[in-house]
């Protein structure tokens, strides 16, 4: 993708995630990344770490972006935006946990509640 069409699918997910965020009444700050060797979109705490807890940095892939349309967009962001929401509950369980516990309280705990968090809103706030 050229820098254009990579800024423009920039925009897009900015669009998204601000009406989002006006649907939730939050105010996250988000620093993007473009980043064609992820799968959709990779949520992160910023540089600024917890010094900060309401900024975040958002990769994604514009390629992948591009495809979406406006809800599976939305629909998307929003799981990003549950993460940025729960980031507190992640990093209280991840505490005093090991490099192999977290992997296994990601994949066994945290993103599946993630998930369930989603399906069971979403349609009240993505409509």
């Known amino acids: 993708m050229t820098k254009a ?3 423009r699918e920039e925009q897009r997910v900015q669009r998204a995630i601000d009406w989002l965020q006006r649907r939730l009444n939050l ?7 473009s980043n ?5 979109f990779e949520i992160e705490r910023s540089n600024r770490g ?3 807890p309401a900024c975040f940095s958002l990769s ?9 349309d406006r809800k ?3 629909y998307d962001i929003y799981h990003e935006i549950i993460h940025a929401m729960t980031w507190r509950w992640w990093e209280a369980l991840c505490e005093r946990a090991s490099r192999a516990e977290q992997k296994r309280l990601l994949v066994d705990v945290y993103e599946p509640a993630v998930y ?4 069971r809103t979403r349609g009240y706030v993505v409509g």
Do not use: G
């Open 36 to 40: 064609p060797d992820i799968e959709v």
């Open 27 to 33: 105010n996250y700050e988000w620093v993007f990344n």
């Open 116 to 119: 369930e968090i989603e399906r």
């Open 60 to 68: 994604f892939n514009p390629a992948m972006v591009h495809a979406l």
């Open 72 to 74: 599976q967009l939305r």
């Open 50 to 52: 917890v010094e900060d």
């Open 5 to 7: 069409e990579v800024k």
